[in-house]
């Protein structure tokens, strides 16, 4: 089973700053398997993020994914107050799927 | 729209069995492979089983493997998680979530339903 690593386990950061998510795999993950989920306290996890790179329908252009390999990094380039949340990264392998134990971006 | 509404959550002994149930809406249903994901509380999230648009391709967390049984109803437009023996470990808040892809492998979870909570305990 692939393992998913995702650091830092927090971020704090003032809105407008630059959030940078790292998620790094145990082995090598296709490009084409790898997404992100945004969630918010109390709701379900939305995809951010498909294919490493491709941000999902409606979701705004400060998302971007990049990465291959072993190493995806999710970036928000300038934090709104909506974005505080816990973001995981996921990946299919195997015939099944995992995902990271998740980064909590938080307000300082 | 594309809704997913689960429901069949519950406190239950350890040992005992329970069925959870996704209804879905918005979407042709049997165009897509389904997932169940469980989220322990104040924990992360974890992969439980999938299904293709045919129930022709299943899989399942090895954690589940033997004791937890999906399905899926296209007639229903719905889906199912037959729990069974299950243990203290297994309570966790439940999601159904469609996949972007008809069949098993690769694809990615959207929408998810907002879940129902399992509680094992004597």
């Known amino acids: 089973e692939i393992v998913l690593t995702q650091s830092p386990g927090t971020l704090s950061l003032s809105p407008g700053e630059r959030a940078t998510l790292s998620c790094r795999a145990s082995q090598s993950v296709s490009s084409s398997y790898l997404a992100w989920y945004q969630q918010k306290p109390g709701q379900a996890p939305r995809l951010l993020i498909y294919g490493a790179s491709s941000r999902a329908t409606g979701i705004p252009d400060r998302f971007s994914g990049s990465g291959s390999g072993t190493d995806f990094t999710l970036t928000i380039s300038r934090l709104e107050p909506e974005d505080f949340a816990v973001y995981y990264c996921q990946q299919y392998g195997s015939s099944s799927w995992t995902f990271g134990q998740g980064t909590k971006v938080e307000i300082k | 729209e594309v809704q997913l509404v689960e429901s069949g959550g519950g406190l239950v002994q350890p040992g005992r069995s329970l069925r959870l149930s996704c209804a879905a809406s918005?979407?042709?249903?049997?165009?897509?492979?389904m997932h169940w994901v469980r989220q322990a509380p104040g924990k992360g999230l974890e992969w439980v089983s999938g299904i293709s648009w045919n129930s022709g391709s299943i899989g399942y967390a090895d954690s589940v493997k033997g004791r937890f049984t999906i399905s899926r109803d296209n007639a229903k437009n719905s889906l199912y998680l037959q729990m069974n023996s299950l243990r203290a470990e297994d309570t966790a808040l439940y999601y159904c979530?469609?996949?972007?892809?008809?069949?098993?492998?690769?694809?990615?979870?959207?929408?998810w339903g907002q879940g129902t909570l399992v509680t094992v305990s004597s």
């Open positions: 979530a469609k996949d972007m892809s008809s069949w098993l492998g690769g694809g990615w979870f959207d929408p």
């Open positions: 918005g979407f042709t249903f049997d165009d897509y492979a």
